[in-house]
């Protein structure tokens, strides 16, 4: 590894009002260096990258970066362009992608002249598909990316930065979409760039890969580096450790008998527009007193699949029956009322209603409650006292229950929806994404809440990308791909990851079958 | 640099401020084309002002003018509050006015506490109607209904105009396009002694003031709330989206079918196809400037109004064309946009300061 500094934070304080979101941070990179940032959410990760990238003016502190020729030269802050212009590419963790233009448009936009946005389009595709080549990242350059998967848009997202010829590279949280294999395959492939001589941060909550891909780990606590450990000299405890000052307790989950079946999906199929929103004749069976985890990468099926459960999505064939009742004709209202907690993929989007308050988003699917409403006017009294408790049990922290619910924090706004699923003793809860862009304390939270719920004896089904979680958390594993589920009749994560990349055999799958852990 | 953010939270000061601001400023830009007009801009204001508070006459004036930019105004914010465009409420107002002269004009002989009602009742079903068929098209196959509504509007003109020469004509009317007169019984009673305020007013803040309590306290202005601000979680939370689009659908188009009501039985008597100087149309600027709030709408349509009164009197005495007035809607209606605007984002420089 080649040892020359090219990029170094010196003393970078900002504050927002009276919160100091990063105190005097100091940062070195190194020529061909992966280095780990790591920390909980709000702990000054995002914040620190957003003032190297421009986009933050810090309060003290100055950054220098080596140019083309390996000088240092301090870098113009608060100016994107100057970042840019220095080489240095960002991954944001929410996607920056015009989702009514293609992949190509997408990659190329602003790195070309606005005036003549054809010119050499044919350059920009040689070029592209040079780096898809190198990189192992593909995704379909013709494809607008409103019709891409979350997996799929992070891939753009990469190849853009890597299209501005970044010798910096940030990537915020880049695998919490890929299967194993991919991230695996991202990271040698940016080990081989960076013996090209890319150097790259990234921030990420996955203890496993930031100790098996990076060379150099600094961990910020509270705004504040707390300490910097050579890849080689840590391990899962330590580093865990240093990120929340203690030992993270890790949820026990008791071993228990499932009882009666609660959801039951038989022959479904859905014949979407694309692969993507298609299932194939599902068979899928919960029971009480269980988690059957759905792993599977994005864009496979996953998102049709939240959608039958939830009642938003009717199957083309097939049967679907809740706690032994068939239902034919699903649609939101019905599911909850036949006992089926959703906690949403996009919680922004289908969770919540930004603009209302705290208080009225925890009852909005007990509209038709006589606690909640009589003759149809609203007891106003019955959902402050419901929020007040609500917020106190679910320790939903914000400016209060009065508050527009878009004020809360990602983490909020779960424990938010979290109490509006729980609250009403769900039979089957459909969990989907449920701790994606959570910081550890209230992913851990999450996980606690659904072995609570499960340990009272409903169903659960966790859809998610995150394979650990999934082992954490689930009594039986399946695997979608390509709109097809297979029972994983292993635990073992190399497996379930060659599932997840569609290379499963009759051998490791049997449709009707899981173990049980 | 300059970089423009959106703010946390727009303070309360903020959301009742600017409207009241951009109203202040809106007035005083007005003193330009004044000036363009030749007109000395001192004793035009006065003048303005005489036209509006000079006298009771004038006040009075100026309340029934308000009357249907209150119900129009209802009709758009409560719509737009859903996030449906009903931009047809001209031509929803021409149907409730269609539907009063058709029932009020001798066809039914009965008392007027018969009558009345009967006229109120169907005048606002014809409007409810008009919006339903665009509703029905966008929840059905998704139609735009900003397209569907504003186009519907020509087409019930011209249907008016075909009635006004058919069988709505007035066969005393000495061959004009207009119909026959509403029987006395029929009338909305007038407030005061010689003047041409009508109970209509009273019937629009009742409306007004229903329409508020509805939106904050019942479920269905839960529901219209939530639909309007974010549908796909609406729709998750088991919420009817399109139940709920429809029934907005209906009440606005209702609201607007009123506003043709008031003007038909409590104005004017009889029907012609003048009869709203595009009280529709104001209606949504009347609604932008109470920021969608029915409680504010009657506020924005006694200052539109306010402006369309005293700005008439102001041209007379003055010598000035009286399109100053719509000049004046116009500008207050961009000083809102353009104050809402500051209410949701600040400008900052981030040259030197933090952001």
């Given at each position: 590894m080649n040892m020359d500094k090219v990029l170094s934070l010196n003393g970078l304080t900002k504050r927002f009002g009276t919160v100091v979101a990063n105190d005097a941070v100091d940062l070195d990179l190194h020529k061909g260096e992966v280095l780990a940032l790591l920390g909980e959410n709000g702990a000054g990760k995002t914040t620190l990258m957003n003032m190297l990238f421009g986009h933050y003016m810090p309060d003290a502190g100055t950054v220098d970066v080596a140019d083309a020729d390996g000088t240092m030269r301090p870098l113009p802050l608060g100016h994107p362009q100057a970042a840019l212009a220095a080489g240095i590419g960002m991954v944001h963790q929410h996607f920056t992608l015009a989702e009514n233009l293609s992949a190509l448009d997408n990659i190329v936009l602003g790195a070309e002249p606005l005036w003549h946005p054809r010119r050499n389009r044919a350059g920009a595709r040689k070029k592209i598909k040079g780096i898809m080549a190198r990189s192992g990242l593909v995704a379909p350059l013709d494809t607008r990316v409103g019709r891409l998967s979350v997996g799929e848009r992070?891939?753009?997202?990469?190849?853009?930065?890597?299209?501005?010829?970044?010798?910096?590279?940030?990537?915020d949280e880049p695998t919490a979409v890929l299967t194993p294999q991919e991230a695996?395959?991202?990271?040698?492939?940016?080990?081989?760039?960076?013996?090209?001589?890319?150097?790259?941060?990234?921030?990420?909550?996955?203890?496993?890969?930031?100790?098996?891909?990076?060379?150099?780990?600094?961990?910020?606590?509270?705004?504040?580096?707390?300490?910097?450990?050579?890849?080689?000299?840590?391990?899962?405890?330590?580093?865990?450790?240093?990120?929340?000052?203690?030992?993270?307790p890790t949820t026990p989950r008791t071993k228990m008998t499932p009882g009666a079946p609660v959801l039951h999906l038989s022959g479904v199929s859905v014949h979407g527009h694309s692969k993507r929103d298609s299932l194939n004749n599902i068979d899928l069976d919960v029971h009480q007193?269980?988690?059957?985890?759905?792993?599977?990468?994005?864009?496979?099926?996953?998102?049709?699949?939240?959608?039958?459960?939830?009642?938003?999505?009717?199957?083309?064939?097939?049967?679907?029956?809740?706690?032994?009742?068939?239902?034919?004709?699903?649609n939101p209202r019905m599911m909850i009322r036949a006992?089926?907690?959703?906690?949403?993929?996009?919680?922004?989007?289908?969770?919540?209603?930004?603009?209302?308050?705290?208080?009225?988003?925890?009852?909005?699917?007990?509209?038709?409650?006589?606690?909640?409403?009589?003759?149809?006017?609203?007891?106003?009294?019955?959902?402050?006292?419901?929020?007040?408790?609500?917020?106190?049990?679910?320790?939903?922290?914000?400016?209060?229950?009065?508050?527009?619910?878009?004020?809360?924090?990602?983490?909020?706004?779960?424990?938010?929806?979290?109490a509006r699923v729980f609250e009403q003793g769900p039979r089957l809860i459909l969990a989907n994404q449920p701790t994606r862009g959570l910081d550890m304390g209230a992913a851990a939270e999450v996980g606690r809440r659904l072995l609570v719920a499960r340990a009272r004896g409903a169903g659960v089904v966790l859809i998610s990308e995150d394979?650990?979680?999934?082992?954490?958390?689930?009594?039986?594993?399946?695997?979608?791909?390509?709109?097809?589920?297979?029972?994983?009749?292993?635990?073992?994560?190399?497996?379930?990851?060659?599932?997840?990349?569609?290379?499963?055999?009759?051998?490791?799958?049997?449709?009707?079958?899981?173990?049980?852990? | 640099m300059i970089r423009i953010e959106p703010r946390n939270a727009p303070s309360r000061l903020m959301t009742t401020g600017i409207p009241v601001l951009s109203a202040v400023v809106a007035?005083?830009?007005?003193?330009?084309?004044?000036?363009?007009?030749?007109?000395?801009?001192?004793?035009?204001?006065?003048?303005?002002?005489?036209?509006?508070?000079?006298?009771?006459?004038?006040f009075s004036e100026m309340?029934?003018?308000?009357?249907?930019?209150?119900?129009?105004?209802?009709?758009?914010?409560?719509?737009?509050?859903?996030?449906?465009?009903?931009?047809?409420?001209?031509?929803?107002?021409?149907?409730g006015a269609m539907a009063a002269v058709a029932i009020g004009t001798g066809v039914l002989d009965v008392p007027g506490i018969v009558l009345l009602p009967m006229i109120i009742i169907l005048g606002a079903a014809a409007g409810a109607a008009g919006m339903a068929v665009p509703a029905l098209l966008k929840t059905r196959f998704g139609a735009d209904e900003v397209v569907t509504t504003l186009l519907l509007n020509f087409i019930i003109l011209i249907f008016l105009q075909m009635m006004l020469e058919g069988p709505l004509k007035d066969p005393m009317g000495l061959g004009w396009p207009q119909s026959a007169p509403i029987l006395d019984q029929g009338m909305l009673p007038t407030l005061m002694t010689r003047?041409?305020?009508?109970?209509?007013?009273?019937?629009?803040?009742?409306?007004?003031?229903?329409?508020?309590?509805?939106?904050?306290?019942?479920?269905?202005?839960?529901?219209?709330?939530?639909?309007?601000?974010?549908?796909?979680?609406?729709?998750?939370?088991?919420?009817?989206?399109?139940?709920?689009?429809?029934?907005?659908?209906?009440?606005?188009?209702?609201?607007?079918?009123?506003?043709?009501?008031?003007?038909?039985?409590?104005?004017?008597?009889?029907?012609?196809?003048d009869l709203s100087p595009g009280f529709g149309y104001t209606g949504i600027v009347v609604a932008m400037l109470a920021g969608l709030s029915p409680a504010g709408v009657v506020l924005a349509a006694l200052f539109i109004a306010s402006v369309f009164v005293g700005a008439d009197s102001m041209s007379r005495a003055m010598g000035v064309s009286s399109y100053l007035a719509d000049l004046v809607v116009a500008m207050s209606l961009l000083c809102v946009l353009i104050g809402g605007f500051f209410a949701r984002y600040r400008i900052t420089r981030t040259a030197r300061a933090a952001q």
């Open positions: 992070q891939r753009v997202e990469i190849l853009k930065a890597l299209y501005r010829d970044a010798r910096i590279l940030v990537l695996d395959m991202l990271f040698e492939n940016i080990g081989a760039m960076t013996a090209d001589g890319l150097s790259v941060i990234f921030i990420s909550h996955k203890l496993r890969e930031v100790l098996a891909f990076s060379q150099r780990i600094a961990v910020l606590r509270h705004g504040v580096k707390v300490g910097e450990i050579a890849t080689k000299d840590a391990d899962e405890r330590v580093i865990a450790r240093m990120m929340v000052g203690a030992d993270t007193y269980e988690i059957l985890g759905i792993a599977g990468v994005s864009g496979n099926g996953q998102t049709v699949l939240a959608g039958l459960i939830s009642g938003l999505q009717r199957a083309d064939t097939g049967q679907i029956t809740v706690d032994g009742a068939e239902i034919t004709r699903p006992g089926v907690g959703r906690i949403p993929e996009d919680r922004h989007h289908d969770g919540i209603i930004g603009a209302m308050s705290v208080a009225e988003n925890m009852v909005i699917e007990r509209l038709n409650d006589p606690e909640i409403q009589s003759r149809g006017l609203l007891n106003r009294e019955a959902i402050q006292q419901n929020a007040e408790r609500l917020v106190q049990e679910y320790d939903v922290r914000g400016p209060g229950a009065d508050a527009p619910a878009r004020l809360l924090s990602g983490g909020n706004i779960q424990k938010l929806i979290l394979l650990d979680e999934i082992l954490g958390l689930a009594d039986r594993i399946m695997v979608i791909h390509d709109g097809q589920l297979h029972a994983a009749n292993t635990r073992d994560r190399e497996e379930i990851g060659l599932m997840m990349a569609g290379e499963h055999s009759d051998e490791h799958s049997a449709k009707h079958s899981g173990v049980s852990a | 007035l005083a830009l007005a003193a330009i084309p004044l000036a363009f007009a030749g007109a000395p801009i001192g004793p035009a204001y006065v003048q303005m002002f005489r036209g509006v508070f000079g006298s009771m006459f004038a309340l029934t003018r308000a009357t249907p930019l209150i119900f129009t105004g209802l009709a758009a914010a409560l719509a737009f509050r859903a996030r449906l465009w009903n931009i047809g409420a001209e031509g929803q107002l021409y149907l003047m041409r305020v009508h109970s209509g007013l009273i019937l629009a803040l009742v409306v007004a003031a229903i329409a508020q309590f509805m939106l904050v306290r019942s479920v269905w202005g839960f529901r219209l709330r939530a639909v309007g601000e974010n549908a796909a979680a609406a729709r998750h939370a088991g919420i009817s989206v399109n139940r709920s689009l429809f029934s907005v659908a209906i009440i606005s188009g209702g609201l607007a079918g009123l506003a043709g009501v008031s003007e038909v039985a409590g104005l004017k008597g009889y029907l012609t196809a």
